[in-house]
């Protein structure tokens, strides 16, 4: 009956669109990681390089999903996506032409590289603004999704780079990415139910409400593991098990494809029971993962299994928080989102920046990991702080049709 119900509602074309956009935006965000090995060997970079290399992306997509929020809410998805688009077609071109041949130039193409990840902040506004209250964990979910293309860039682009040379894969990267630019123009439209925009400085009121601030802190937790974790794994696999890169990128690719594939199970599961339920089960589970796996798992398939389970819990996390997220703030889904995902982002950019350093100064990843596992429970605890009060206020059942 749910099924049916939600079928009836919104508009798939578009929640297809935001879905593609997302999906192929996200194979080029982390797409340093997966060609990490490859890069490192050829501009002879450190281990704290390699670390902020991966994670310069995930910072600058952070900060331009703040951007892309605020665009989202002035000029409307569909539009701020097409703005998005371009920069990344635009660079990944002119890295293509111009070439990419020292330490600084790759920070730069990773800086270009994050208006791929700030895409966020339009394909779940174009997709939420569609669909009812008691349906944005499953539509949030399969547009989220697109979370799956972070799997494309660990299992091809090792692979291309030994046979074509890692400079050439960011040309053939755009194929894809202009094909997927021309069904979003055709196939995407924004809802008539967008609010009017708003002034610059209404955006900072959502600042004050401390449940922004909440959800920045859990996103950051969630989606941070998850990109960190993506951008990172190519590396670690190479370098903690001696993994050729083509062969870390496959390891990679599975511990992804796990995460990105279950973000819509979290949306509905979390439609169905409630979002703070399903987070307080997920963070305690994320966290004790990842503390097991600092401690340096003796083989790469027993790291794998672990990896896997982690990111099943950080990736279904994922579509929890923004179950949530769009009760409490539906006249702000534009700006709120870009803020949520802009944590989400420096939580990732810490964490894969923190690996390396951790690499860098004590010899292996240990310190790292065992700080995030910590964060994830940090969460857990803080969930009893708010759920009460939660479901008092905007998520009480008088006031919504969704679970909280």
């Not at 955006?203 to 401390?210: C, E, F, G, R």
């Not at 790292?368 to 910590?374: Q, Y």
């Amino acid at each position: 009956m749910q099924k049916a119900s939600f079928l009836k509602v919104g508009h798939a074309p578009t929640l297809f669109a935001a879905f593609l956009y997302f999906d192929l935006s996200f194979m080029v965000w982390v797409m340093l990681g997966p060609l990490g090995v490859q890069i490192a060997r050829d501009l002879h970079l450190s281990s704290a390089e390699k670390g902020l290399m991966v994670a310069v992306p995930v910072l600058s997509g952070a900060l331009l999903r703040l951007v892309l929020g605020v665009l989202v809410d002035h000029l409307g998805p569909k539009k701020a996506g097409m703005i998005g688009q371009l920069v990344v077609l635009a660079g990944l071109i002119g890295a293509y032409i111009h070439g990419v041949t020292s330490y600084g130039e790759v920070l730069i193409l990773g800086v270009i590289l994050g208006m791929a990840g700030a895409s966020f902040a339009v394909a779940l506004p174009l997709a939420s603004r569609w669909y009812p209250p008691e349906h944005q964990g499953t539509a949030l979910g399969i547009a989220g999704a697109g979370n799956s293309g972070t799997v494309f860039a660990a299992l091809f682009a090792p692979t291309l780079a030994q046979y074509y040379g890692w400079q050439n894969v960011l040309g053939l990267a755009a194929i894809p990415l202009a094909i997927v630019f021309v069904v979003y123009m055709v196939l995407a439209k924004d809802s008539p139910t967008c609010p009017a925009p708003k002034r610059f400085a209404d955006y900072l009121t959502v600042l004050k409400h401390k449940d922004t601030w909440w959800f920045m802190f859990f996103y950051s937790v969630t989606f941070g593991g998850f990109v960190g974790l993506a951008s990172s794994l190519t590396i670690y696999f190479n370098e903690q098990y001696g993994l050729a890169p083509t062969i870390a990128g496959y390891f990679t690719a599975g511990c992804v494809l796990a995460g990105s594939m279950v973000r819509p199970i979290g949306g509905i599961i979390a439609d169905r029971i409630g979002g703070i339920r399903s987070l307080s089960t997920i963070y305690l589970i994320a966290g004790v993962l990842l503390i097991i796996i600092s401690v340096g798992l003796p083989s790469p398939w027993l790291a794998f299994v672990t990896f896997v389970l982690a990111m099943l819990a950080l990736g279904m996390g994922n579509g929890a928080v923004f179950q949530l997220v769009p009760q409490c703030f539906r006249n702000e889904i534009g700006v709120i989102t870009g803020l949520v995902g802009m944590a989400g982002g420096i939580g990732g950019f810490y964490l894969a920046s923190s690996l390396g350093y951790s690499k860098q100064v004590t010899g292996d990843y240990q310190v790292g990991f065992i700080v995030f596992g910590a964060l994830a429970l940090l969460a857990r605890l803080s969930l009893t702080i708010v759920q009460m009060r939660w479901r008092n206020t905007w998520g009480a059942a008088h006031l919504s049709a969704a679970k909280v």
